[in-house]
């Protein structure tokens, strides 16, 4: 599958150390136009330094980066006026009212969608009248969204940006994400809920310690992992356990279960065909079990929707 | 009262550098006034006649208190210290009181902790008790410096402790206004306003009707009459507010919610206004607030220094010590005192300056600043406009401090032809002002962890202007102070080189901060 895109983001061998600590060790990623890539890792991993990196906040040690093919060290205000950042923690200033940070981070981006804008302090149910430091979590956050949501920009580069946000606000989130992309947008998703990205990413890229592990459509991620198989059987099958790519195989009478490299999947099936299936059920791995399987000793608690 | 211990142990391991801090400034007020008092006149006959001067000044009587033996060290001592003192000890409680109710209860640090197995009322009592014992230290210390000065010591025990207990009526309603709203500031504000009633209450009771001193607890401080015919009995008074304020606010916590206050937080508009979304406008926003109350503040320092007038020379006495300290420049006394107080305005006024100079700091600090570069704005603007706000606040700060030294002594001798020189010479002060403000840059943009060792700078300054001379330091260390190089008008004529001289290097300081912070990593 080869056509020709256009990179919004394009970062090779980047790397950063702070002080001792190598936070970013060789990292790729490309996010071309149009796509929602979501970006995975456990805490840690580097997914916020590698976002700092790209916007300018941080200087890269060595590697190379460029979005909208531009330099983000270097012309880092010309590029900001084409993307709205959410942080993955969003601090506002105590005595200004939401309704006043939007407008200034709006501004300040080149200006607002007034009638998005509306429309989103009604569908994420926000205050604006509020003052910054009587705003939970949840509600700065939405502060932060709807600045990004209303702004006229190419590019969404959002950290981890629903952390905070209940399960009704997380789909009104999505449907805007959704929306944007469909308008031509491009979006870079850091996160750690699966549901999230399953739902609304094209592509992945998944990191740990610094670097890239894997990165591709989920279809194709998938492919590099093993799908799960429980079959009954009209007699005992043969030859199973011997055929490569199969794993943790279990066989009780004519039920057996067992797992199988995606790749393999077709010689499986043949030999059960051989035994004659009376019922078979093969699950394709989530992307639960895809985090699992890289980062299964580096992560307690996936799938917990809220990380704070 | 699960937990109050463990609390309470806590804040005082946090506290103990604030205890330090306000209670050597406190005991150093005091202690200070004897010291000087003493050394300024030679007889009792010249004492006498500055007392008699001093009694019919009301601007100083309304500053400080109603004058009582003005003509003992005593006296002068509970005069002169006093209702500054209950001020110092009001703010201190307000401060030890807000950070540990209010605002870790803004900051969502106390619901963690609430959450484990303490009483509900453990950190509020903590708070409480930590308030309570710091002003009975900062009491007990005033007390033995003055006995051990010394003076009498009944009436100096009941000088530490009659503050003690103002301080304790202060640390009761600061403990009822951080029950009233759910910001730290606003409770910082009802706090602050009901020590700035209490002090303006006495001063208008003590020049006029004396009922209203009645109503402040300054004023049953001051109403003890130490080394005057001491009597105990306003201590009582103050006692029972203490207690009564206190009970309050336990009550009024008991019938609040967590994180809320009784008051209802105020809505604000919704949305920005055309100016707020320029980097100067933004700036200006988060910085109007301090710039307007430090105006207010050296205005009003100016206008209590303006109001001696040209009394200057009865103040002063005769000693030949206090005339030379005064007209070291060789003008006359009273240009040369003025010369002073203008020096003790630009310095109050650096405070703000070196403060304002650090505000990116602590948006940095705070995590406002990403989201902010991440826009159109690039960092260059961002921080320039910083600069442009911090310098043009120090100008404002230092010219509210000239006017109210003029506007002051126009009132006192109807002559209001200073107000223009005194203006021009707040305004000298310029230049070194923003060579603290340039180090504060250069440190942001280099070493941002260390950035808060500009205040060394006017540490420095302070230091060398009142001691330099004195202590015979080497001439380069006190040149190390950008106070050295200024003229000391109105007593030495303006000289433009050394002006010039110190912006150019607070630009260049500025300029490298620039740089510097262009090429690092924003956090």
Known sequence: MVTVTEAIVDISGLTKTFGATRALDGLDLTVTRGEVHGFL???????????????????????????????????????????????????????????????????????????????????????????????????????????????????????????????????????????????????????????????????????????????????????????????????????????????????????????????????????????????????????????????????????????? | MTGTTTYLRTFLRRDRWHYLGWTAGVVLLYYSQAVSVKGLYTTQAEFDKAAASMEGNTAFIAMAGPARALNTIGGQVMWQASAFGAVVVGLMSMFLVGRHTRAEEESGRDELLRASAVSRHASLTAALTGALLANVLVGALVSLSLVAFPLDAPDSIAVGTGLTLCGWVFTGTALVAAQLTSSTRSMYGIAGATIAVAYALRAVGDVGSSWLSWLSPIGWYQGMHPYSGLRWWPGLLLLALAAAATGAAYVLFGRRDFGSGLWAARPGPDRAGPKLATALGFSWRLQRGPVIGWTVGTALLGLAYG??????????????????????????????????????????????????????????????????????????????????????????????????????????????????????????????SLVLAGLARLLYGVLPRWASLAWGGLGLGVVMIFFGPLLHLPDWLQGLSPYHHLALVPAESFRWVPFVVLLLVAAAFSGAGQVAFARRDVH
């Open chain 2, 307 to 432: 109001s001696i007038g040209d009394d200057v020379g009865t103040l002063l006495g005769d000693s030949a010590t206090s005339r030379d300290v005064f007209a070291q420049g060789g003008g006359s006394l009273v240009d040369g005192f003025y010369a002073v107080a203008i020096a003790v305005i630009a310095l109050v006024g650096a405070g703000f300056t070196v403060s304002s100079a650090l505000r990116p700091r602590a948006e940095e600090d705070e995590g406002r600043v990403e989201s902010l570069l991440a826009t159109g704005l690039s960092r260059r603007r961002w921080l320039l406009a910083q600069v442009v706000t911090t310098v043009v606040g120090t100008v404002l700060v230092l010219l509210g401090g000239g006017l109210g030294l003029g506007l002051g002594y126009a009132m006192v001798t109807g002559d209001g032809g200073r107000i223009g020189p005194f203006l021009l010479d707040t305004l000298a002060y310029v230049a070194p």
């Open chain 1, 41 to 308: 890792g456990p805490n840690g991993a580097g997914k916020s330094t590698t976002i700092r990196v790209l916007l300018g906040m941080l200087r890269k040690d060595s590697g190379e980066v460029r979005l909208f093919d531009g330099d983000p060290w270097g012309s880092a205000a010309d590029l900001h006026r084409r993307l709205a950042y959410v942080p993955g923690e969003v601090n506002l200033w105590p005595n200004l009212t939401g309704g006043q940070v939007i407008d200034l981070l709006g501004r300040l981006r080149g200006g607002l969608d007034e009638e998005r804008r509306r429309e989103l302090i009604e569908r994420f149910e926000l205050d604006p009248t509020k003052k910054g430091r009587s705003y939970s979590k949840g509600n700065r956050q939405k502060v932060a969204l709807v600045a990004a949501l209303a702004s006229d920009v190419e590019l969404l580069v959002l950290d981890e940006p629903t952390s905070g946000l209940d399960p009704i606000m997380e789909s009104v989130f999505q449907e805007y994400v959704e929306r944007f992309r469909a308008e031509g947008g491009t979006v870079l998703l850091s996160s750690h809920i699966l549901a999230e990205v399953e739902r609304l990413c094209d592509r992945v890229s998944l990191i740990r310690a610094g670097r890239c592990v894997e990165s591709g459509t989920l279809g194709e991620l998938r492919h590099l992992t093993r799908t799960s198989v429980v079959a009954e059987l009209a007699r005992p099958v043969a030859g199973l356990a011997e055929l490569p790519g199969v794993h943790d195989l279990d066989v009780e009478g004519n039920r057996v279960m067992f797992e199988v490299d995606t790749a393999r999947v077709d010689a499986a099936i043949g030999l059960l065909h051989g035994a004659g299936i009376r019922s078979l059920t093969a699950t394709p791995p989530t992307l639960e079990e895809l985090f699992l399987r890289h980062y299964g000793d580096a992560l307690p608690a996936v799938g917990e929707a809220d990380a704070s």
